[in-house]
């Protein structure tokens, strides 16, 4: 089943009925409250927490599993550089970036400002885009640019940490997709052949000069740094671990809403619109193409639409309950609304083409509808924090 398919299973099938819902128990509310917060009164968002824990520890355990099947199949792949085996790295990097862009809703808003800066520095080691190539390896018409080819440059994970980001956002050294660039190259053209390794030729500073195995070290150095970075991230959810699982479930009750609606909210706004779909509206291919080499910046936007829709409408275990559920107690009519937008938004994103990159003036009309149907969502969302007196906190 594709993930197309299971996003629109994931809202057809949820229908809330409040009667069959146990009654909501009394918040346990911090003495002294946040004054940036109003209370929520008798709602008690419990339970909504602990799911969000759930599915945030649930998602990025599936992201840092899924990033060390694709080292362990591009270290197979060095082993013995063959067409078969890039195409399995290639797989394997498909299914672990769609894992990780899935948990945006939870890798994108920290708990605090310091939370945020720390939370920002990893993420844009993992996922910084767009990039430029060229900053990495050979293009068809600049055969020795890039870090690769600069043998004045020992590649090492320090140096490329210092290399990432150094003089423009574009010059990504680190992540995801430099990773892609490396499996896929320019124009889907990276042949197996550019990772088999030579003997070795050194400078008289030691630095390694032979462009194949600078590539071949790249890669691994690549590989095991994404690993290493979204163990950090799968760590700030873990409720025993000094991160942003136990910083919310110690916030009073008002501010652990607020978190969850600005989170999705922001994660709405900022990351699809303003991400993806405002630049491919403007016709601004590259800035709202974040996958070009493999080309599937339309399976991210799914990914991330899919996990949105299972914290929102997802039948949870035990005593955990989703947002609408937590809506419907209080505001049954907003929650109903949510999931109508939601199931809307998913319905256009459904008829939005994969390809719609490569055709932008001839989807113009889709990619709109897709913006209208965020705007929408965006607005109740808003809507409900409003009957729960909050204001957002947007970033």
Not at 7 to 30: S, W
Not at 95 to 118: E, V
């Amino acid at each position: 089943m594709n993930s197309k398919t299971t996003l629109t299973i994931i809202v057809g099938l949820v229908i809330l009925n409040g009667c069959d819902r146990p009654e909501p128990t009394q918040a346990e509310i911090a003495a002294t409250e946040s004054p940036a917060f109003q209370p929520i009164a008798e709602a008690d968002p419990t339970p909504l927490v602990k799911y969000w824990y759930h599915r945030a520890e649930s998602c990025l355990d599936i992201a840092l599993s899924s990033a060390r099947e694709l080292q362990s199949n591009v270290e197979t792949f060095l082993l013995e550089p063959t067409q078969s085996r890039l195409d399995l790295a290639r797989t394997s990097w498909r299914a672990a970036h769609g894992n990780y862009i899935s948990c945006t809703l939870y890798s994108t808003q920290a708990t605090s400002p310091q939370r945020q800066a720390f939370l920002d520095k990893i993420t844009s080691t993992i996922d910084a885009w767009p990039i430029q190539p060229g900053f990495i390896d050979y293009l068809p018409d600049y055969p020795q640019t890039g870090l690769i080819n600069d043998t004045t440059l020992q590649l090492t994970q320090e140096r490329l940490i210092q290399e990432h980001q150094f003089s423009s956002l574009e010059d990504v050294s680190l992540g995801f997709h430099a990773l892609e660039f490396m499996l896929w190259g320019n124009n889907n053209n990276r042949p197996a052949e550019d990772f088999v390794a030579i003997a070795s030729h050194k400078a008289e500073n030691g630095i390694e000069i032979e462009p194949q195995n600078r590539r071949r070290n790249y890669t691994t150095l690549l590989t095991h740094h994404l690993t290493g970075q979204l163990k950090l991230l799968t760590d700030a959810w873990n409720i025993d671990n000094e991160g942003d699982a136990l910083s919310l479930k110690n916030m009073p009750a008002s501010a652990q809403l607020n978190y969850l609606l600005s989170a999705l909210y922001n994660t709405l706004k900022q990351q699809v619109l303003a991400g993806y779909l405002t630049p491919a509206a403007e016709n601004d291919m590259e800035a709202g193409n974040e996958a070009p080499f493999s080309s599937s910046t339309h399976e991210a936007l799914v990914s991330i639409l899919l996990e949105l829709n299972a914290m929102v409408v997802m039948e949870p275990q035990g005593e955990h309950q989703n947002l609408a559920q937590f809506i419907d107690i209080r505001h049954p009519e907003s929650a109903l609304k949510l999931i109508q937008a939601l199931s809307e938004l998913t319905t256009s994103l459904d008829q939005l083409p994969a390809d719609y990159l490569q055709n932008l003036e001839a989807n113009t009309a889709k990619i709109e509808a897709v913006k209208q149907k965020i705007n929408t969502t965006l607005t109740m969302i808003q809507e409900i924090a409003g009957q729960y007196d909050q204001t957002l906190t947007l970033l």
